[in-house]
């Protein structure tokens, strides 16, 4: 399977102007999933009517692309806006607990950090997919433990269960994850902030996914 890109919202958005440009940035090329993850400077959530709003502007935009919308952190809020699931941490709602809020259909991503055991007990459990990082330093949050890229490849030939790469991920240092296996990139900073646009960076990933597909 070709890698593809997993987007996340940057930490503060303008609701007047920034649906506009996901909008663009999601028309660049492909996109599998759109996390919307709203924090503080401080890492702490902003204010569950901010989430919920969000979603209510961001949700049809996404499906407009074919793309999923995922809440982070909160089932609660995920089943409330009508998204297409969630994505928690280790000290976010447990895994059970988020499945029984949002049934079965819904996709159900869990943050594996570095280790096997929690990726292996999140895929036992019935999880859509695995996250593994941060691989590289990220500007987005502070990140408890660093992953090596050989996990990835491990975990390919382990299962079929997706694994998403996450941290710091750039167009510049992404091949080492495609390589190593990374069924999907999650990226922020790296699209949001890339020196020619959001638009170009998804078009530049897309790019990379082809060649490397190819090589």
């Not at 609701?15 to 996901?22: E, I, Q």
């Not at 990082?133 to 390919?156: I, M, N, V």
Request: aromatic share 6%.
């Amino acid at each position: 399977m070709q890698c593809r890109l997993y987007l996340i919202t940057p930490p503060a958005i303008d609701l007047d102007r920034f649906p506009d440009l996901l909008d663009k940035t999601l028309a660049a090329g492909d996109v599998a999933c759109l996390q919307l993850r709203l924090k503080r400077p401080d890492e702490t959530p902003v204010a569950d009517g901010l989430i919920l709003q969000a979603a209510e502007k961001l949700l049809p935009i996404a499906h407009k692309h074919d793309v999923s919308l995922l809440i982070n952190d909160r089932a609660d809020l995920a089943l409330t806006s009508g998204a297409d699931g969630v994505h928690i941490g280790q000290e976010d709602t447990p895994y059970a607990e988020a499945r029984q809020i949002l049934g079965q259909d819904s996709i159900i991503g869990v943050t594996c950090h570095d280790s096997r055991h929690l990726a292996m007990v999140a895929g036992e459990d019935g999880a859509d997919y695995v996250a593994f990082g941060a691989f590289f330093p990220t500007s987005t949050k502070t990140p408890s433990r660093q992953a090596d890229p050989e996990l990835l490849t491990w975990w390919q030939e382990t299962t079929e269960l997706p694994c998403v790469a996450i941290g710091g991920i750039t167009t510049d240092n992404a091949a080492s994850l495609i390589k190593a296996g990374a069924d999907f990139l999650a990226v922020s900073g790296g699209v949001w902030g890339y020196a020619h646009g959001p638009e170009e960076a998804v078009k530049a990933f897309n790019a990379l996914f082809l060649a490397l597909d190819e090589s």
